[in-house]
């Protein structure tokens, strides 16, 4: 077997993780013995090998018509990036955009090809292309391209696109766009609908009229009594009032008081639905985000109304974007004048409840609200558990008493039918005596069993005959009759007279 070529490489490359075959292993037959792959060897061969299997990016992505001079890549110095921004835009062109030339990276931006620009290749874009300063510095470099580093190459090469920043911006609005719709604008239907519904309730109108009526007669003597109304920032706190034995709280009481009294409004939770989706919402925030939008909108109109005028072959950004700028604008105001009503009906409410809606805000208004409803809702249940032990205990008891009752008269009535002395109830005694001696039931079981027997019949005969045929009386037998039994077992002649 000829040995095999040894390759020197110029650029690390990828390993693949085999097991070889010893050739001592292998026989004369073996297939191994008579390959000779030195034949299949190619220029191009080894070239895509290590454009492709290197284990660093490739070195080279050159401007078509450029010339290919990897082995300079390490020499050439930047012009006008600093480190730090030529390495990010490496480690960029080295992920998803690795197999990609400048140019068609290029040409994906122009006609908006969002299979290449996804959100994470934007962002990265937006954020480490250089400034328009130094893209315009960089093009005055655009005749000796081949001695600029890579990064420096690739910016070149998207320098030609107007205001591309913007373009890329207008992209990733336009991929974002119907996620921030679906994100404000339940938000903004939700805090307009629960305005309406805590102002219009009348169960819930009912509950802060007892809440006024409780906290006045408690601060009677105070200077917080005779109060007109109260922040509803108050109502979270009415659990903090305990009551005397420090087991249950004010809103206890006032659940109470309501299911007893005004059972109708225990189920004005059901009148505001929408405060708990308000209590998420930041108004700042919907505001914050129309402005975005807003924003978004004027300058992609503006790199809409500049693509007119820039006559591109590749540039599809006019067709591409034209309708979607149209569409968004058209979203946009119909969530502007939504957002604007809502602002009307907070301030509404505001001005209803007596309070500065920029001091205290849509958010904290509606969780305010949100947690005396829950608070509410608990205070039910645990009432209801209460009242349940309550009664649980109140049968347990009387249950209890009445054993004991009926124990007791047990006991009298066992002592009555045993107590001869009372005078007082002696007849009584006696007549239950007799009822018992008549009935049996004054008898032990073994004694209705024994005078329930059949009489055994044993008498004069019996013994007679026992002595006759040779046995003799019973020691327990009355003296009489055994001297009778002897006689009668010695005379002759007197058998046929026994009985």
């Given at each position: ?135 315009k510095k960089l093009e005055e ?278 107590d001869m002395n009372i005078a ?76």
């Amino acid at each position: 077997m000829k040995p095999k070529k040894k390759w020197q490489l110029e650029i690390p490359m990828k390993r693949t993780n085999w097991k070889t075959i010893q050739p001592q292993k292998l026989s004369e037959k073996a297939f191994w013995v008579n390959v000779e792959e030195d034949r299949l060897v190619s220029p191009d061969l080894i070239e895509g090998l290590s454009a492709k299997f290197s284990s660093k990016p490739a070195s080279k992505k050159i401007k078509e018509g450029g010339s290919d001079k990897p082995s300079s890549k390490k020499l050439r110095e930047l012009k006008v990036l600093d480190g730090k921004s030529a390495q990010n835009l490496l480690i960029l062109l080295g992920g998803s955009l690795k197999y990609m030339s400048y140019d068609d990276i290029k040409k994906s931006i122009l006609s908006c090809d969002e299979t290449v620009l996804t959100d994470s290749v934007l962002q990265a874009l937006i954020q480490y292309i250089p400034s328009p300063e130094q893209l315009k510095k960089l093009e005055e470099y655009k005749d000796q391209y081949d001695n600029l580093a890579e990064a420096e190459q690739f910016s070149v090469t998207l320098a030609s696109i107007k205001r591309l920043v913007p373009r890329l911006k207008s992209i990733s609005f336009k991929q974002h766009f119907a996620e921030m719709v679906q994100d404000i604008k339940p938000d903004i239907v939700a805090a307009t609908a629960a305005c309406e519904e805590v102002r219009d309730s009348k169960k819930f109108a009912k509950v802060l009229e007892l809440v006024l009526l409780v906290g006045n007669y408690l601060n009677s003597g105070t200077k917080n009594a005779q109060a007109v109304g109260f922040e509803m920032s108050y109502l979270p706190k009415l659990t903090s009032t305990k009551d005397a034995e420090n087991k249950t709280t004010l809103l206890h009481y006032l659940v109470d008081i309501i299911e007893e009294k005004f059972p109708e409004i225990l189920t004005f939770s059901e009148e505001v639905i929408h405060v708990d989706r308000a209590s998420r919402v930041s108004m700042d925030g919907i505001q914050k985000t129309l402005k975005q939008m807003d924003n978004s909108i004027r300058n992609l109109e503006t790199d809409l109304k500049n693509a007119k005028t820039i006559a591109s072959e590749n540039d599809k950004f006019l067709e591409v974007m034209g309708n979607f700028a149209k569409e968004a604008r058209d979203q946009y105001d119909v969530l502007q004048r939504m957002g604007t009503k809502m602002g009307v009906v907070y301030q509404e409410l505001a001005e209803y409840f007596a309070f500065d809606p920029l001091k205290y805000t849509l958010d904290e208004f509606f969780t305010d609200i949100k947690t005396f409803k829950d608070s509410f809702l608990q205070c039910h249940k645990d009432n209801c558990k209460l009242r349940e032990t309550e009664e649980k205990i109140r049968r347990a008891r009387e249950a209890k008493e009445k054993a004991e009752r009926e124990k007791q008269e047990r006991q009298a009535k066992k002592k009555s039918l045993v107590d001869m002395n009372i005078a007082d109830d002696q007849e009584g005694v006696m007549d239950s005596l007799l009822e018992a001696l008549q009935n049996g039931s004054a008898f032990s079981r073994d004694q209705r069993r024994k005078r329930d027997r059949p009489p055994r019949a044993v008498g004069g005969a019996e013994r007679a005959n026992r002595v006759v045929n040779g046995g003799t009386p019973r020691a327990d037998e009355p003296k009489s009759i055994q001297r009778d039994s002897h006689r009668i077992a010695f005379c002759p002649g007197t058998e046929r007279d026994v009985g």
